[in-house]
Structure formats: structure tokens, C-alpha cells
């Protein structure tokens, strides 16, 4: 897995590198580094081979990136005042550092940025797009945050996923088309398999830990089901391979194949 992320890596460490410089300077002036030099960064990664097929210059591409890791850095800095965490990625939560109230403005403030840097760039179809996305993970985290966890079946499960993680990835894979002023229903479905897949992988890795919230190995056990991890592991395949034939049909599959093999890359 590791050995797929360094391939990934390597291919686009120019646009890393200039990405990396923007969080850096975030993460100080706001003293959020946990939850922005830390990370995969597969996002903002799908967003710029996105913005490659499409042909979107480098700075776009880089700041498309960077709005992608702000909203999702916002929505864990939420998802740890919500869950009361005291730790993330190793550290300390803002939370836990400061007070929620400090960590509610934070919060916030990394949220709004990304999308003001968004609309500087003049590029509406992917501002609007983007701001849909960030209610989608906010009502996501208000539907679990609501919903008694005996009350949680797949189908519920799925749709709170949907909206709190994949909406993202949905976003990141379609940002190129979105930037260049048109809809790509491919890129959309196919992000929105492939954050699907990326968050039911990582319940499947959890299983074994109290992470506080209904995860859906637990769903199946609870329901019965004579083997929860490998149902769970059953679906988080047929959504990589949705990804793919997506991918398929737009004639785009090679672009995003490094990726592919990351995701198949965690099925044990």
C-alpha cells in the first residue's frame, strides 16, 4: 500500500511541493498542523489529474488542491468536536488544546477560506459545486450526530457516508471539468465510488476499536450476518470496481489508474 502511495507521490511531487507550501503557511498562522501537514493528500491528488485531463493550469490546479485539504481538515477539526476526541493523526485536538469555542471559530475559518479562495479564481460551476459539497458533509455529520446507532442500517449508512466522505472525492474527481465550465457525470460517479470504497475500507480496518459511531461491519454483526467483515469487504469491491467501469465509460480509466491500484492496494 505504502509502495502505491510513494509511486503517486513521485508522479506529481511538483504539484505536491507547491500544495505543501500553501498548508504549511495555514497550518501556522492558524496552529492547526495536525490536521494539515499530516495526510494522504488523495484528494487534492485526484483533483489535479483531474485538472490534468482538462488542461488546467498549474496555479488553478494547485489552489483547487488546497481547497480540497482545507474543507476536509475542517470537517475533522467538526468531526473532533463533535466526537469529543482528544487526539488526531498522533496529537492533540484544537478542542483539546484550546475549547470548543476556539475550535467551532477554527473550524469555520478553514472552511470559508477554502471557499473564498475558490471564488477568486473565477471559476462558478466548481464554487458552486464546492459549496453544495460542504453542506453535504455538514447535513452527513448532523444525520449521524442525530440518529440513535440502533437505528443505523445499511441503507442509512450509506447515504451518511455519501454525504460526509465521498461527496468530497465526487468533487476532487470532477474539479477538472468543473473548472473547465462543464459537468463530467463519469468523473462524479466515479469519485463518488472511489470515497465510498476509501470509507468503508477504513471501517473494515477499525473494526476492532470502539471509533464511537456506527461503522458497517458492526451494522452486519448486529443484523446477524454470518460474516460482517467479509460482507464489508465484499461491497468496498464492487464500489472499486464501479469506480473503474465509471472510468471506463469516460475514457479515462489509465489517468487515474495509480489510485486504482492504491485502493486494491488495501484489500487484504
Known sequence: MKEHL???WEKHSSFLAKLESLLESTAGWLNIP????????????????SCEIYGVDTDTAVLSGYALEMIHAASL???DIVDEADTRRGGRTLNDIFSIRRAVLVGDLVFTRALSEIAKANVPLYLSAMSDTVYKMSYGQYVEDITPPEKFDEHL????????TASLYEL????????YGEENPYLREAGKSFGMAFQILDDYDDYEEDV???????IYEREGHPDPRGATLDLAKSYIRRTEWELERAGLKEY???LLNYMWSRIP
Open 6 to 8: 510513494r509511486e503517486l
Open 34 to 49: 495536525v490536521y494539515l501537514i499530516k495526510g494522504k493528500r488523495l484528494r487534492a491528488l485526484s483533483s489535479h489529474i
Open 77 to 79: 477539526i467538526h468531526d
Open 157 to 164: 449508512y450509506l447515504d451518511v457516508i455519501y454525504n460526509k
Open 172 to 179: 476532487a474527481f470532477a474539479s477538472g471539468a468543473l473548472i
Open 212 to 218: 464511537g459511531k456506527p461503522t458497517l461491519p458492526h
Open 256 to 258: 487515474f489508474g495509480d
